[in-house]
Each structure stands twice: as structure tokens, then as C-alpha cells.
């Protein structure tokens, strides 16, 4: 069997993967960064140690999974930067493609480059089917929320948000909670033991575009909220979910009618949640929208490197 590898060390996770020729995940490994509780993050030095600390964990676990399987690696593939663009860069990521380069060069196999980017837009389409034209691709992580245009042409930035990121909401939220980091699965199963309904006390801030989105205001109220102590932990990490929900059913469907489309892809960490999911989907037909949303694989919102191997076998198909 020949594979592509896939490499990708972001901000929150040691990630290797490969995939044979049809795209199927054929071995997975992976490691969160570690995080001293009470803390939102590490810096880019911290994590790059981290990485190279708990890249050979990664590729030992990787490997064992290959044997088993008489896989021969064809091709390599690593996310070099966040997203495209030439000024786009974070050193989190030449730990991956230092790795990536190695490897390439020890087996005399082709290296490929990606983006971290387009790398959770490939994984969120495996196991769905792909999007006919044009359709909208909405970023959801603790360090990006973008919509973009995805098109034959390539990525297209529509708008996303102006401030606090999605996942950074989440996270701080969270660990005001004392939740650990990062706090989506603590947080989205406090969210789920809140009985009770959903009232709205985090308002949704959208610029006149309908685009641009605003989440530094409700991450400033429920710090005021948590301190106050004047909602149960539950129901805050329940309307934290709410306003998410209600922003991203806008954002969606303001973006597939400015680009003609009616399929959208959610993808990155906070896609993973089952309960946004649902709460999208319900919010989308409250408007009437005829969007149609597709979410990836719980096991490939998150920061992964499933999708860099798929793009590292398609570049391969077509060399």
C-alpha cells in the first residue's frame, strides 16, 4: 500500500497522519500541547519545544500502525503556515515541516507544502460528499475565525471576526470556570447538564455586511457574570453555545448569498461540538436559510493532520 504523510504542529496539537491513494485515513497520531491548568495557551517557544518533544511519541505510535499494514510511504506533506498568503507565518509550524523535510529526503520522496488552513478544510470534507462549485468554508479555532470563498480559483477571505476568536471565547470562558484548557469538551458538557432554556443574555454582534462578527463584548459579560455569580456555571456555558450558534447561522448564510451558494463547510475545533452543530442547523431554519451545512468528523475538526496528508496524496495523484 502507498501512503502520503501528513504533518501538522499547531498552536494546540502534535499531529501525523496517512492516507492511501483513495484519501481514506488509513493511521492517525496525535498529542495536545501541554497546558498548566489555569493557563489559555502557550507561547510560540513553549510550543515549539513541546512539539519537538512529542514528535517522536507521535511518529513512533504512527509507525507502529504502518507496519501492520506493509504501507510504503510515497509522498510527504507538512502545513508550513496558518493560512495562505506570503506574510502568513507562526514557528509552531517549521517543527512540522523540519520533520516533513527530513523524512522527504531520507526516503527520496516528493515534499509538498499546505497551509494549516486548507489542511482542516480537506479533513472536514472526508466522509462527506464534495461540495458541487463554489460553497463557503467557515474557520472555527482558537486562533482563526474565517470565511472564505472555495472555489476552483482557490480561498477567497470573506469576513469573519474582528476581535476575539471563537475558540478563544470558549477558552477563556472556560477557564474563568475553571475548566481545563482547552476548555471546548469541558465546557459544551457543562453546557449540556443546563435543564432549563436559553434566554439570549449574550446579544450577537454582526457588522452591517452581515460578514464580520463581533465576540470580545460577550466574553467581557460573562467574565462580569462568572465574577458576580449571578448564573450557574451550566447556564452560562449554555448561552456561551447559544450565541455561537446564532452568530455562525448569520454568518452562514449571509456569505453563501453574497457568493451564489448554497452549500457551507464548518470546520476547526469549535465545529467539533455536537451541541452547535445542532444548534446551527435549528437556528438555519429559523431563518429560512437554504444553506446546507456540512460538518466534518468529530475526530477531524479538531487540529489534525488527516487533511495535510490528503492534500500531500492528491498533489502526488497529479505530479
Given at each position: 500500500?502507498?501512503v502520503?504523510?501528513?504533518?501538522?504542529?499547531?498552536?494546540?496539537?502534535?499531529?501525523?497522519a496517512?492516507?492511501?491513494?483513495?484519501?481514506?485515513?488509513?493511521?492517525a497520531?496525535?498529542?495536545?500541547?501541554?497546558?498548566?491548568?489555569?493557563q489559555?495557551?502557550?507561547?510560540?517557544?513553549?510550543?515549539?519545544?513541546?512539539?519537538?518533544?512529542?514528535m517522536?511519541?507521535v511518529?513512533?505510535?504512527?509507525?507502529?500502525?504502518?507496519?501492520?499494514?506493509?504501507?510504503?510511504?510515497?509522498?510527504?506533506?507538512?502545513?508550513s503556515?496558518?493560512?495562505?498568503?506570503?506574510?502568513?507565518?507562526?514557528?509552531?509550524?517549521t517543527?512540522?515541516?523540519?520533520?516533513?523535510?527530513?523524512l522527504?529526503?531520507?526516503l527520496?520522496?516528493?515534499?509538498?507544502?499546505?497551509?494549516?488552513?486548507?489542511?482542516?478544510?480537506?479533513?472536514g470534507?472526508?466522509?462527506?460528499?464534495e461540495?458541487?462549485?463554489?460553497f463557503?468554508?467557515l474557520?472555527?479555532?482558537?486562533?482563526?475565525?474565517?470565511?472564505?470563498?472555495?472555489?476552483?480559483?482557490?480561498?477567497?477571505?470573506?469576513?469573519?471576526?474582528?476581535?476575539?476568536?471563537?475558540?478563544?471565547?470558549?477558552?477563556?470562558?472556560?477557564?474563568?470556570?475553571?475548566?481545563?484548557?482547552?476548555?471546548?469538551?469541558a465546557?459544551?458538557a457543562l453546557?449540556?447538564?443546563w435543564a432549563?432554556?436559553?434566554?439570549?443574555?449574550?446579544?450577537?454582534?454582526?457588522?452591517?455586511?452581515?460578514?464580520?462578527?463581533?465576540?470580545?463584548?460577550?466574553?467581557?459579560?460573562?467574565?462580569?457574570?462568572?465574577?458576580?455569580?449571578?448564573?450557574?456555571?451550566?447556564?452560562?456555558?449554555?448561552?456561551?453555545y447559544?450565541?455561537l450558534?446564532?452568530t455562525?447561522?448569520?454568518?452562514?448564510?449571509?456569505?453563501?448569498?453574497?457568493?451564489?451558494?448554497?452549500?457551507?463547510?464548518?470546520?476547526?475545533?469549535?465545529?467539533?461540538?455536537?451541541r452547535?452543530r445542532?444548534l446551527?442547523?435549528?437556528?438555519?431554519?429559523?431563518?429560512r436559510s437554504?444553506?446546507?451545512?456540512?460538518?466534518?468528523?468529530?475526530?477531524y475538526?479538531g487540529?489534525?493532520?488527516?487533511?495535510?496528508?490528503?492534500?500531500?496524496?492528491?498533489?502526488?495523484l497529479?505530479?
Amino acid at each position: 500500500m502507498r501512503v502520503a504523510l501528513g504533518f501538522d504542529t499547531s498552536c494546540y496539537t502534535t499531529s501525523a497522519a496517512a492516507v492511501n491513494r483513495q484519501g481514506e485515513v488509513v493511521a492517525a497520531s496525535r498529542l495536545l500541547l501541554p497546558v498548566a491548568s489555569g493557563q489559555r495557551g502557550l507561547r510560540q517557544s513553549e510550543a515549539v519545544f513541546a512539539h519537538v518533544r512529542q514528535m517522536p511519541r507521535v511518529m513512533a505510535e504512527l509507525q507502529k500502525q504502518l507496519a501492520q499494514m506493509d504501507a510504503q510511504i510515497a509522498a510527504v506533506c507538512a502545513s508550513s503556515k496558518p493560512r495562505d498568503g506570503e506574510d502568513s507565518y507562526m514557528p509552531v509550524f517549521t517543527v512540522g515541516l523540519g520533520h516533513a523535510s527530513v523524512l522527504s529526503s531520507a526516503l527520496n520522496v516528493p515534499l509538498y507544502e499546505t497551509s494549516h488552513q486548507r489542511g482542516h478544510i480537506a479533513a472536514g470534507l472526508i466522509g462527506n460528499e464534495e461540495p458541487s462549485g463554489r460553497f463557503v468554508a467557515l474557520h472555527l479555532s482558537g486562533g482563526t475565525t474565517e470565511l472564505l470563498e472555495c472555489s476552483e480559483d482557490g480561498l477567497r477571505l470573506l469576513g469573519g471576526c474582528a476581535d476575539l476568536h471563537a475558540g478563544q471565547l470558549v477558552d477563556r470562558v472556560g477557564v474563568a470556570l475553571k475548566l481545563p484548557f482547552p476548555a471546548g469538551p469541558a465546557l459544551e458538557a457543562l453546557a449540556q447538564t443546563w435543564a432549563g432554556p436559553t434566554e439570549g443574555i449574550f446579544p450577537v454582534s454582526i457588522g452591517k455586511d452581515g460578514l464580520t462578527c463581533h465576540f470580545s463584548g460577550v466574553e467581557t459579560r460573562a467574565q462580569r457574570l462568572i465574577k458576580a455569580g449571578d448564573y450557574p456555571p451550566e447556564r452560562i456555558a449554555a448561552e456561551v453555545y447559544d450565541v455561537l450558534a446564532r452568530t455562525v447561522a448569520r454568518l452562514l448564510d449571509a456569505a453563501c448569498r453574497r457568493c451564489g451558494a448554497t452549500q457551507a463547510l464548518a470546520v476547526g475545533g469549535v465545529a467539533s461540538s455536537l451541541r452547535l452543530r445542532g444548534l446551527v442547523e435549528q437556528r438555519l431554519l429559523k431563518l429560512r436559510s437554504p444553506v446546507k451545512v456540512m460538518f466534518g468528523q468529530p475526530c477531524y475538526s479538531g487540529d489534525n493532520a488527516a487533511g495535510v496528508a490528503r492534500i500531500g496524496m492528491k498533489n502526488y495523484l497529479n505530479r
